[in-house]
């Protein structure tokens, strides 16, 4: 063989050696890219809102606007487990490029969309890309570092993730003001075809393996679970009653899809999702705490702003601001906190320390509010989340992929995701159901003639023409509503912390392949 050539392993092909990058410049361009594509998936979760009034000003269809939101939702979520378990069968690669070009087909035909209908479509379609994006930028990792050396690593991912989920809404309204609403979906296509590139050099092909049974009618089942799940936490309380046949045909008809699909793994030859790997306390515990954190942190973070504005009378910029302590916090503590494990071998202390921060910070977000404290002790309270956030979340994924061997790296990470996903749906449904009845009834025992109706749909903007008696009145309502949501999430991680507390340790690897 010439020297300018060598023979690449996995597929039999002769290779120019000059276009086979070294270990290190290998591993920094998958790094790059993988950062790149969970920058993608955050960033569209929410850049999307600040656009939404131009939205509907140009196509009408407001009675559908939430569905712009809710199906990215539905069709991310329920495709996470099948990239995980594919991209194990024929290798994270392959799998990026479907995820990635699915991805960028939807934000292209998003940006071209005509009609509301079109725009939900074309949503839905780019959430099937998002679901491979958040479970593969975090997979790939495993094949190219060990459990180890993967804390300093799995931190960048962290810190990607905060900035993203802050500069998303800032991003949208800039575009939408500078540009036009529909460059909030084509600007992911230059970032996209880079990530694609850097993933395409960087990342290797899997070697051929014998051929294996793809667990499609156990997809499918998972996906109709978790779509009527999804279904009733958007739509009960306010497309129809919790009380209502709807209600109860689609809590049927989860619990229903959710029992035919553990009857039908434990019997499938290549199951989705292997049951057994829940006999592993680390792998179970895990996947649990990641949907409690999400829990948690979804339930009351979304609502943060609200009580900025309402209660403590900020304007959106203002209260946009206040998030950064904890944004600031995850940004440090991923960082630092990866690299001082990578260097221990041990990640539970840190993850026990992460989640009693959390549970400190989130408590103290519901005392403050109910004692009416300032913004100062709330900027106290968002940097110790922050700073849990980034211990805790980075922590927690190298902790459960280490637990399984690899070849099951992907499917863990799936699990891991889609129950992440599956919690913080479900935090937000539980938090806006506790603030609606408390809320409900604080302005019903407040009186002096408030629209009740008009406050709980228009918030701040019903409160602009009241007296200074009335606006404060509708502000402790507020406050003793969303007081209830910080503490229920500082009761789920609370639990969390409890749940770690009888965690397994398990050093952490320094190498891909000696898992049980």
Known sequence: MSSRTRTDAAMGEPVPEAAVPRPAARLRVVLAGALLAMMLAALDQN???TALPRMVGELGGMAHLSWVVTAFMLTSTTTTPLYGKLSDLYGRRRLFFVAIS?????????????????????????????????????????????PRQRPRYQGLFTGTFALSSVAGPLLGGVITSALSWRWVFY??????????????????????????RIDYPGAALLAGATAALLLLLAGGGTEFPWESLDSLALALGTVALIG???????????????????????????????????????????????????????????????????????????????????????????????LALEAAALASLALFAWIAAGPAAFLVSMGALGLGMGMGMPNLTTAVQNAVAHRELGAATGAMAF???????????????????????????????????????????????????????VGAAYRSALTGCFLLSGVVMTAAFLLVLGLPELTLRNSLDDAD
């Open 47 to 49: 850049i999307v809102n």
């Open 260 to 354: 035919l699909f553990l009857w039908w793994e434990l019997r499938a030859p290549e199951p989705l999702i292997r049951l057994a790997l829940f006999r592993n306390a680390v792998f179970a515990r895990g996947v649990a705490v990641g949907g409690m954190m999400t829990f948690a942190m979804l339930g009351s973070t979304v609502f943060l702003p609200l009580y900025f504005q309402l209660v403590l009378g900020m304007s959106p910029a203002v209260a946009g601001m206040m998030m950064l302590p904890q944004v600031v916090g995850m940004l440090l503590s991923s960082v630092i906190g990866g690299r001082i494990v990578s260097r221990l071998g041990r990640n539970k202390p840190f993850l026990l320390a992460a």
């Open 187 to 212: 600007v992911n296509l230059p970032i996209g075809l880079l990530a694609m590139v850097m993933i395409a050099i960087g990342l290797r092909r899997a070697p051929p393996g014998p051929a294996r």
């Open 419 to 473: 129950v992440r996903s599956l919690g913080g749906a479900v935090g937000v449904a539980a938090s806006g159901t506790i603030m609606a009845s408390r809320l409900s009834a604080a302005l019903a025992g407040a009186g002096g003639g408030l629209d009740l109706g008009r406050l709980t749909q228009h918030g701040i903007e019903a409160m602009a023409g009241m007296s200074p008696v009335q606006q404060a009145a």
């Open 102 to 146: 699915l991805f960028l087909a939807g934000s292209l035909l998003c940006g071209a969309a005509q009609s509301m209908g079109q725009l939900i479509g074309f949503r839905a379609l780019q959430g099937l890309g998002a679901g491979g994006l958040l479970v593969l930028a975090q997979a790939v990792i495993g094949d190219v570092v060990s």
